[in-house]
C-alpha cells in the first residue's frame, strides 16, 4: 500500500516552459488537493477534486490547471512556467471532506525550480 | 473567509511541555485539526477536534473552544525528534482545508 505518490521528486524548468506533476493514490480515495509550500507562506490550496472528472479552484489557482480522468490520479499541469512558481508542490487525498474527521494524505512532495 | 493565526516559532527544552495556540476567524467551521512536518518531509496528520473540549493521543493532546475561536496542541516530555512545523486546519466547513501558516517547534537540549 504505496499511499499518495507523487512524481517527479526534483524538476527544474526554465520560463515558459511546460510541465505536467503527476499524483497517484491507492487509498480508493475520492477527493484530491494539490498545495504548494513556500517559506513562511505555509501550505496554499492550488486545486482540488471532489470526485472523477470533477476539478475546483482553490486559493492560488493562477498559472496552473489540473485534471482528474481516472479516480486514482490527479495532474496538476504548468503551462508556461514562471519563476514564482519556484515551490514545493504537495499533493494529498482524503476519503471524507468539508467534514470534522476529514483526513489529509500527503504525498511526499515535488520541488520545482524555475529560472 | 478563513483566518488563521498560529505563533511563527517556538523553542523549548528538552523532556519540557509545550503548547501552540490557533485562533481563527472562520465562518461555517466545526472542528480542528493538527498537522505535524519535519524539515523536508510531507504534512502528516496528528489529531483533531470535533468538540468542545480535550483530546488526548499518547503525549499529543489538542484542544478546542469554538466559543472562544481557540485551539491548542499540547506536547508533553518533548522529545529531539519533535522538532517540527506543526499546522492547524479548521474543519467541517464548505471548503476544502485551509491550513495556518505554520508554527516551528524546537526542542533543545
Known amino acids: 500500500n504505496a499511499g499518495v505518490t507523487q512524481t517527479p521528486k526534483f524538476r527544474v524548468l526554465k520560463t515558459g516552459q511546460s510541465m505536467t506533476l503527476l499524483c497517484a493514490q491507492d487509498m480508493n480515495h475520492e477527493y484530491m488537493y494539490w498545495y504548494r509550500q513556500d517559506p513562511g507562506m505555509g501550505l496554499r490550496l492550488i486545486h482540488y477534486s471532489v470526485g472523477e472528472g470533477t476539478t475546483a479552484k482553490g486559493e492560488v489557482p493562477d498559472g496552473y490547471n489540473v485534471s482528474r480522468l481516472k479516480k486514482q490520479n490527479f495532474l496538476l499541469g504548468l503551462e508556461s512556467a514562471a519563476p514564482s512558481q519556484t515551490s514545493v508542490y504537495f499533493c494529498a487525498s482524503s476519503l471524507t471532506a468539508f467534514a470534522t474527521n476529514e483526513k489529509l494524505f500527503f504525498g511526499s512532495g515535488t520541488q520545482l525550480s524555475v529560472l | 473567509g478563513q483566518s488563521l493565526e498560529q505563533p511563527s516559532e517556538v523553542t523549548a527544552v528538552e523532556g519540557a511541555i509545550v503548547q501552540i495556540n490557533c485562533t481563527y476567524q472562520?465562518?461555517?467551521?466545526?472542528?480542528l485539526s493538527w498537522y505535524q512536518q519535519h524539515d523536508g518531509g510531507a504534512p502528516t496528520f496528528l489529531s483533531y477536534?470535533?468538540?468542545?473540549g480535550l483530546e488526548e493521543t499518547g503525549r499529543f493532546s489538542s484542544f478546542l473552544s469554538r466559543s472562544d475561536s481557540y485551539g491548542y496542541l499540547l506536547l508533553q516530555e518533548l522529545q529531539m525528534k519533535d522538532s517540527a512545523s506543526y499546522f492547524c486546519?479548521?474543519?467541517?466547513?464548505?471548503?476544502?482545508?485551509?491550513f495556518g501558516k505554520g508554527t516551528r517547534l524546537s526542542v533543545i537540549a
Open positions: 472562520t465562518s461555517g467551521f466545526y472542528g
Open positions: 477536534n470535533a468538540l468542545d
Open positions: 486546519a479548521p474543519l467541517g466547513g464548505n471548503t476544502p482545508l485551509v
